[in-house]
């Protein structure tokens, strides 16, 4: 069972970068499709991007494409989230998420496994 800790949110100006990283640990990293989420105060979990298993497919939400990067180093049992001209509207819990299945996902229900988020706060 893989274990999930995600780190490098904190409180940016708008316009501002920053990268998230999600650690694994407890599994074989390179079985696992990974997944973005994130959560605003008061709103659902929504998607934000996601990665194959070897890192060659990578998926975005429409409204942050141009803006985010995901990525992932196997031999490092990390993925990566690489978010740019952030905007206040990005604030929220950002969470990483594993999955077994050789589908790659974007709804939060098809992943089994979750870190316990990271806060991003975009100030205006």
């Known amino acids: 069972q893989v274990q999930l800790v995600e780190s490098g949110g904190g409180l940016v100006q708008a316009g501002g970068s920053l990268r998230l990283s999600c650690a694994a640990s407890g599994g074989t990293f390179s079985r696992y499709s990974m997944g973005w989420f994130r959560q605003a105060p008061g709103k659902e979990r929504e998607f934000v991007a996601a990665?194959?298993?070897?890192?060659?497919?990578?998926y975005y939400r429409d409204s942050m494409k141009g803006r985010v990067t995901i990525s992932r180093d196997n031999a490092k049992n990390t993925v990566y989230l690489q978010m740019n001209s952030l905007k206040p509207e990005d604030t929220a819990v950002y969470y990483c998420?594993?999955?077994?299945?050789?589908?790659?996902?974007?709804?939060?229900?098809?992943?089994?496994?979750w870190g316990q988020g990271t806060q991003v706060a975009v100030s205006s």
């Open positions: 990665i194959s298993r070897s890192g060659s497919n990578t």
């Open positions: 998420a594993a999955d077994m299945s050789l589908v790659v996902h974007r709804t939060f229900a098809e992943y089994n496994y």
